[in-house]
């Protein structure tokens, strides 16, 4: 079958700058929706934290009921797993485990004596992975 160019006219179909401009909008939507979907990932980052730092925290309650302190710096939360030293009163191991890691891959940091007022610190050093900045999360917020 031989068209006419009469009959090319009637055919409908999309030019290649309307393509363009379909796939420059689907390209800024997909942008902003990754931009949200990143964020959210952030924030649940954050939360894992939060939730792994209460049960750390129950652990060290449950030492320092039996022991009459929390582990100091040095013993650190190795203390949760094996008696740090003549504590006739360790009951543990107060973990099943090693305290896991953060969602960045690193140690959770412990210091007792707090710097904050409490009775220690336990905190994640954030995604930046280094101590003593704004992004560090910790039993202190």
Same mark, same amino acid.
């Given at each position: 079958?031989?068209?006419?160019?009469?009959?090319?006219?009637?055919?409908?179909?999309?030019?290649?700058?309307?393509?363009?401009?379909?796939?420059?909008?689907? /390209?800024?939507?997909?942008?902003?929706? /990754?931009?949200?979907?990143?964020?959210?990932?952030?924030?649940?980052?954050?939360?894992?934290?939060?939730?792994?730092?209460?049960?750390?925290?129950?652990?060290?309650?449950?030492?320092?009921?039996?022991?009459?302190?929390?582990?100091?710096?040095?013993?650190?939360?190795?203390?949760?797993?094996?008696?740090?030293?003549n504590? %006739?009163?360790?009951?543990?191991?107060?973990?099943?485990?090693?305290?896991?890691? %953060?969602?960045?891959?690193?140690?959770?940091?412990?210091?007792?004596p707090?710097?904050?007022?409490?009775?220690?610190?336990?905190?994640?050093?954030?995604?930046?992975?280094?101590? /003593?900045?704004?992004?560090?999360? /910790?039993?202190?917020?």
């Amino acid at each position: 079958m031989i068209l006419k160019s009469d009959d090319r006219k009637s055919e409908k179909g999309m030019t290649l700058m309307e393509l363009m401009v379909v796939i420059v909008i689907l /390209g800024l939507l997909a942008g902003v929706a /990754g931009f949200y979907v990143v964020k959210q990932f952030g924030k649940a980052k954050d939360k894992v934290v939060l939730v792994q730092i209460a049960e750390i925290e129950q652990a060290l309650e449950k030492f320092a009921f039996d022991t009459g302190r929390f582990p100091n710096t040095d013993e650190g939360l190795d203390a949760l797993l094996r008696n740090p030293g003549n504590f %006739d009163s360790w009951e543990g191991p107060y973990l099943k485990k090693a305290p896991p890691n %953060d969602p960045w891959g690193k140690p959770y940091a412990y210091r007792c004596p707090s710097t904050h007022g409490l009775d220690y610190d336990l905190y994640s050093f954030g995604p930046d992975g280094i101590d /003593g900045n704004e992004d560090d999360i /910790g039993n202190w917020k």
